[in-house]
């Protein structure tokens, strides 16, 4: 234990809330397993040359806070809190392992059940995957079946052929990207950073579309494909991400229209469209004609690192043979646990939206009907969109970074560094820590 924990005073902490964060970074990064026992106090406290006193402490704090388990009359277990480890919050985002309330991603930490459950399957069936070569291009034929399957069943009809599967979907995007080479590209404002990164990274010109909760701006949706005639459109119409807002099938059309008469290619991202936050969610259409794509990261767990193309068989083929096609796909073990969780994704789809919406509606709550922001609760996804009414985003950041809280402004989304009174405020922490985000919130735009 003594060893595992390394050196871990001179923190400046007092020395038994230092010992108690350094047996939580053990447990986090593996040098300590879950589930393991802790010596007994007086023993612990002679290896670490502490005081028995300073143990002490150090367990009673993580007891309060779940790392602990004591037995009566038995030893102490080191594990992770419970909540911890079934909550759709990444445990950063909590602030529970002690450090910063992460703010900057808004994504859902993974299923810890069913995806070691998944994970011991995939394992129990791998030996015929194990035998090959290992470089599974466009994907396991099990894989490119259940997503083809799904695509079907949701009345886009769709064969194992025009699925690729790759590491995830900003790899999908980097793969159409690299193979159609636009020279200009229609992107909503804001959009998702790291899209914006994969696209500025190809020197592609970016057009931009205003995106509100009120919906998509028609006339630049208009301009943008004019300006982009014969290249490229990236779009993520299924509870945009940072807005949340849903594209309507009117829009949807007229996207579709736009793009034949312009000759644009469409690349929807759909990331986000497991992420139905209705109460009673109807069927999404689909924009005719875009090439799709999407990955486990927000339905399951961004750490699975399988997304995929759905696209015309021949271009599928083409895809296949870019020189990027290897270097972006999917591990194959990976892509087994994917198949695991993907043929039955509802079980978790449906826990996590309800543990989503009751966050999202306790956000919406605290911050309604004030006049220091304004904002549309969204119909999905991760995160509220605020506008702010008088302080710049940029100043509300570094006051919340102040009292432990990482959020990302406006301009980070926007391709023309605009937006500069917006914020993203993920509703993905459970709700006490919501109601510090909106305190924090409060007192900044006070200032
Ligand atoms: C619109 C959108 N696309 C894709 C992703 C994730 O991409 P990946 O599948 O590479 O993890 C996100 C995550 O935030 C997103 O918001």
Redesign the pocket.
């Known amino acids: 234990m003594a060893r595992a924990l390394g050196s871990w005073r001179g923190t400046g902490e007092p020395l038994g809330t230092a010992l108690a964060g350094a047996v939580r970074e053990a447990l986090l990064d593996g040098r300590i397993r879950p589930g393991s026992e802790l010596p007994a106090e007086r023993r612990l406290a002679a290896a670490l040359g502490v005081s028995r006193g300073t143990v002490t402490a150090a367990l009673a704090r993580l007891r309060e806070t779940g790392w602990v388990h004591t037995r009566h009359g038995s030893g102490s277990l080191v594990r992770l809190p419970a909540a911890a480890a079934d909550r759709v919050a990444p445990l950063s985002a909590t602030g529970d392992n002690g450090s910063m309330i992460d703010l900057r991603?808004?994504?859902p930490a993974a299923p810890q059940k069913q995806y070691l459950e998944a994970t011991l399957r995939a394992a129990e069936r791998a030996g015929p995957v194990l035998a090959e070569h290992g470089e599974p291009r466009p994907g396991l034929p099990e894989l490119r079946a259940v997503i083809a399957e799904r695509y079907s069943r949701e009345g886009t009809a769709t064969r194992p052929e025009q699925i690729l599967v790759t590491?995830?979907?900003?790899?999908?995007?980097t793969l159409l990207a690299a193979h159609f080479q636009p020279r200009l590209t229609a992107v909503e404002i804001p959009?998702?950073v790291?899209?914006l990164h994969v696209l500025r990274g190809t020197g592609t010109r970016l057009v931009g579309v205003r995106v509100t909760g009120d919906g998509w701006d028609l006339e630049q949706l208009e301009s943008a494909f004019a300006a982009a005639r014969g290249h490229l459109a990236y779009l993520?119409p299924d509870f945009?991400?940072?807005t949340g807002t849903l594209m309507s099938p009117r829009v949807r059309h007229t996207v579709a229209e736009l793009a034949a008469r312009y000759q644009v290619t469409v690349v929807a991202?759909e990331?986000?469209r497991d992420l139905d936050l209705r109460e009673e969610p109807a069927g999404i259409p689909r924009i005719a004609g875009a090439l799709l794509?999407?990955?486990?990261?927000?339905s399951v767990w961004?750490g699975l690192?399988v997304?995929w193309i759905r696209a015309r068989a021949s271009l599928v083929r083409d895809l296949r043979e870019h020189p990027l096609a290897g270097p972006l796909s999917a591990a194959p073990m990976m892509q087994l646990v994917a198949a695991e969780l993907l043929r039955d994704p509802y079980p978790v789809l449906r826990r996590r939206q309800d543990e989503l919406r009751a966050q999202r509606d306790h956000l919406c709550a605290l911050l309604d009907g004030d006049d220091r922001w304004r904002f549309t609760c969204p119909p999905g996804g991760?995160a509220l969109w605020l506008q702010l009414s008088a302080v710049p985003a940029d100043t509300v950041v570094r006051h919340a970074n102040e009292h432990g809280i990482a959020l990302v402004a406006g301009p980070s989304f926007a391709a023309d560094a605009t937006l500069t009174h917006y914020l993203r405020v993920p509703f993905t922490p459970p709700r006490p820590v919501l109601d510090r985000v909106a305190a924090v919130l409060g007192d900044a735009c006070a200032l």
């Open positions: 991603r808004a994504v590491n995830g979907t900003r790899a999908a995007l959009t998702y790291d899209a993520v945009h991400n940072p991202d990331t986000l794509i999407g990955s486990a990261s927000k961004g690192r997304g991760l």
